[in-house]
């Protein structure tokens, strides 16, 4: 256990880190999970729009740290990908 107080600070702030970085995260995961539900449906103008709201939730985690941006950029790509692929098939 925190003994000094310098240590007991950084006890509360890494915490109060913890939980808004998972709800963060959770946002992501709930914005990408929205648009590959579009997709398998196979509703490309709801996975347009899905699409569109996801990607500044994506772009946010990233720029915050929460994500690698080469994680970001890559869903990003694949969930445009297959976007892409429903008009042609």
């Given at each position: 256990m925190a003994n000094s107080p310098q240590a007991r600070k950084r006890a509360r702030q890494a915490e109060d880190h913890r939980?808004?970085?998972?709800?963060?995260r959770s946002t992501l995961r709930t914005a990408i999970?929205?648009?590959i539900k579009a997709i398998r449906v196979g509703d490309k103008a709801a996975a347009s729009e899905a699409y569109?709201?996801?990607?500044?939730v994506i772009d946010r985690a990233a720029g915050k740290g929460l994500v690698h941006a080469n994680k970001a950029a890559r869903h990003k790509s694949r969930l445009n990908a297959h976007i892409k692929a429903l008009a042609e098939g």
């Open positions: 939980q808004r970085n998972a709800s963060q999970k929205k648009v569109k709201a996801a990607v500044p």
